[in-house]
């Protein structure tokens, strides 16, 4: 049996910090087994029009599928997750991937900051009123005792509206700020979603990064995109990357940006040698740490497999016989 999954069904069966232990979890699993298998990304466009093909292949977990999305910045974006039973090739699911991808974003958030930040972090400053800023918040308070959040975003109505939904939706203080660095002064996690744009215009600067700070970077999955200068990377201790550094190199504008300021910079550490313990991400309480994700196929479908999971639990969705039957030969 395939279930089809709407956007709303998929907002309606997600919990934020449930799907982090369970990424947790399996992510490690798959970094500890016998090695996940996860081709380059395929990326086409035409004109405005974009479509991006992420495959994976996860043995620990027996699944295989991709995610693609596809359309413009001006017309909007349709992403689209199909998962699958490594050993009947099954599928097991279709998904609307909008909500899910920034539900997974901000839950890979959430893993890191467990392994990177103080445990006693307590305040926490957000650059960005989005969803993904939304995600990836939430993620941060379900792993650390935080009391307060302030936020900034250029939008002065979005910025204050954020932080009313985000006071409420989580029963801490959250307030709104008309200035960037002051968001994040004297915060213990920084969190930067945005979608700035190019250079020179960035959303945060190394300049502010704050001993003991770890600091949470998610909006430049294209190489013309940029929301963190290239000091923020090389100030810190440790900087943790979710995707390989031949792959950030080309397709991460913030990377780009170091690489072009220092050619030789191997520093990254990958998330998977943090979580399994082999690579400690954090060795002093003043260390300063950066996670720099821009996602890959593995969170996307056991982030999918988790809601799969939850909306079968829960009855969402639309079951439907399998849509596709094996050819033999």
Request: charged share 20%.
């Amino acid at each position: 049996m395939t279930l089809l999954l709407r956007d709303s069904d998929v907002r309606g069966v997600c919990d934020i910090g449930s799907m982090v232990t369970f990424l947790d979890q399996a992510l490690r699993k798959e970094a500890k087994g016998t090695g996940a298998h996860l081709p380059e990304r395929l990326n086409l466009a035409h004109g405005p029009v974009f479509l991006r093909v992420m495959p994976a292949l996860l043995p620990e977990a027996g699944l295989l599928g991709l995610k693609f999305f596809h359309g413009s910045m001006q017309d909007g974006v349709r992403y689209v997750v199909a998962l699958c039973a490594l050993d009947t090739g099954e599928i097991l699911g279709l998904i609307d991937a909008a909500y899910l991808t920034a539900a997974r974003t901000g839950a890979t958030s959430g893993v890191a900051t467990q392994w990177l930040s103080r445990e006693d972090s307590s305040t926490v400053g957000v650059i960005g009123s989005g969803l993904e800023a939304e995600t990836n918040l939430r993620a941060v308070c379900s792993v650390r005792p935080v009391t307060r959040v302030t936020v900034y975003s250029r939008s002065p109505q979005r910025r204050e509206a954020f932080a009313a939904r985000m006071s409420q939706a989580l029963g801490i203080q959250v307030d709104a700020t008309a200035d960037p660095q002051s968001a994040v002064a004297g915060t213990d996690i920084v969190v930067v979603a945005t979608n700035t744009g190019p250079d020179p215009v960035v959303a945060y600067q190394g300049a502010w990064l704050e001993p003991g700070q770890h600091v949470v970077s998610i909006g430049s999955t294209t190489a013309r995109l940029r929301e963190i200068d290239p000091a923020t990377i090389l100030g810190a201790d440790t900087v943790v990357l979710d995707a390989a550094l031949s792959q950030l190199r080309n397709e991460s504008g913030d990377i780009i940006a170091v690489l072009a300021t220092e050619p030789g910079w191997q520093a990254g550490v990958s998330l998977d040698r943090i979580i399994t313990g082999e690579v400690l991400g954090r060795s002093r309480p003043e260390d300063i740490t950066v996670f720099k994700s821009v996602g890959t196929a593995a969170q996307d479908l056991l982030a999918a497999s988790y809601v799969l999971r939850e909306a079968r639990r829960l009855g969402a969705g639309t079951e439907i016989d399998d849509i596709t039957s094996p050819k033999l030969f």
